[in-house]
């Protein structure tokens, strides 16, 4: 088998396809893409680690004869970025492959092709559909809020539900939640369940989505899911568990709303958490007419006041939060946007709230006033 590459194509698929290969693993082969080859010019990739997998279609390839390949992600990554050619060609051997270019060499030891665990493809299922641009807001409007560690593996995964034609993103680590809708095309009756995707698996989804307007198909099934894109397909199995009963948290009234830009906002926020620390990380974030005012104090660090001027105007309400978790969600949203504030006393959940339907909910810090 052999096939000429162009060596940045086959580059980029490596770092893609590297966000699923494991860095230790029982079976060393997981630590290494295997190539399909077929002629004249099919040339695809794959990686996995068992629970998460990818299928990348490489374009630019001239193949002579069909073959696959096996190459370890570490080596060929690094004989890649130095090298300075164009291309370069991939030949299989015994036991092993070859990398050439026009003054370079490199024989690599590999495993054996027909070892490499399959990665499941889409499949005859119906299919879904929806934009790029609409899933890609999705995941980095939620993934964030899930939990990183946790007992309970089900707040380590972000819910997919479906609602009245539209499809709905939630994250949650019991601190702070996280949900954003989006359009969707349903095939078929509208699925019915839920569904708990690891974060993982979407942000290697969300390094593939580069153009907005690119239609990307999606199937859930009873312990899986697949998302394809033009050149694509990521398979990753679901988490298992009961995610929360997430409406509960929404308080039942709201008594203020605050319009905040979120520029502005993000900045005064990132002020105010410079002089905090673990032991005293809350903020004192006061609403008044037209001001808002933000103050911290920590022992052996200082106090801060941050003012900033707010479109205003009602009874004062003073609340107060770790600023991490506001930053977390601002830094996603776009600074020109408008962000609403609804609040419903200083001890209960707080709501902000975007015009494309976003909710972030944060929950107070108490501290004796």
């Known amino acids: 088998m052999k096939a000429t590459c162009h060596r940045e194509g086959l580059l980029s698929a490596f770092q893609v396809a590297a966000g699923v290969v494991p860095q230790r693993s029982p079976r060393p082969i997981l630590r290494s893409v295997k190539i399909v080859f077929t002629p004249p010019e099919s040339a695809t990739l794959l990686a996995t680690d068992l629970e998460i997998g990818i299928r990348y279609q490489l374009s630019g390839v001239e193949v002579d004869s069909a073959g696959s390949v096996v190459l370890p992600v570490g080596e060929t990554m690094s004989i890649l970025r130095e090298l300075p050619d164009e291309r370069v060609t991939l030949k299989a051997g015994d036991g092993g492959v070859l990398i050439e270019a026009a003054s370079s060499r490199f024989e690599l030891a590999t495993e054996d092709p027909h070892e490499f665990p399959d990665v499941p493809d889409m499949g005859e299922d119906p299919v879904h559909r929806t934009k790029g641009g609409t899933l890609a807001n999705m995941i980095r409007r939620t993934s964030f809020a899930s939990a990183s560690e946790n007992s309970r593996y089900a707040l380590h995964s972000v819910l997919v539900e479906f609602e009245e034609g539209r499809f709905k993103f939630v994250a949650t680590d019991s601190k702070r939640l996280a949900v954003m809708p989006g359009a969707v095309e349903v095939a078929g009756e509208t699925p019915e ?177």
Do not use: C, H
């Not at 698996?201 to 099934?221: A, N």
């Not at 948290?249 to 979120?262: A, I, M, N, S, W």
């Open 193 to 369: 369940g839920n569904w708990l995707l690891p974060p993982k698996s979407l942000q290697l989804l969300l390094r593939v989505l580069s153009d907005p307007d690119e239609e990307v198909g999606f199937v859930l099934r009873d312990n899986e899911a697949l998302f394809r894109t033009g050149k694509v397909v990521i398979y990753t199995r679901l988490v298992e568990g009961r995610f929360p009963k997430y409406q509960d948290v929404f308080p039942p009234e709201v008594k203020y709303q605050v319009p905040l830009p979120v520029g502005p906002f993000y900045g005064v926020v990132r002020q105010s958490r410079i002089l905090t620390n673990d032991e005293s990380k809350g903020v004192d974030f006061r609403f008044a007419d037209g001001e808002l005012r933000l103050e911290s104090r920590a022992s052996q660090l200082g106090q801060s006041e941050v003012r900033m001027p707010i479109g205003y105007s009602g009874d004062s309400i003073e609340v107060t939060y770790d600023p991490q978790l506001l930053v977390d969600a601002l830094k996603v949203l776009d600074p020109s946007e408008e962000i609403t504030l609804e609040l419903a006393d200083s001890k209960r959940a707080s709501v902000f709230r975007t015009r494309d339907d976003y909710a972030y909910v944060v929950m107070p810090l108490m501290r004796d006033r």
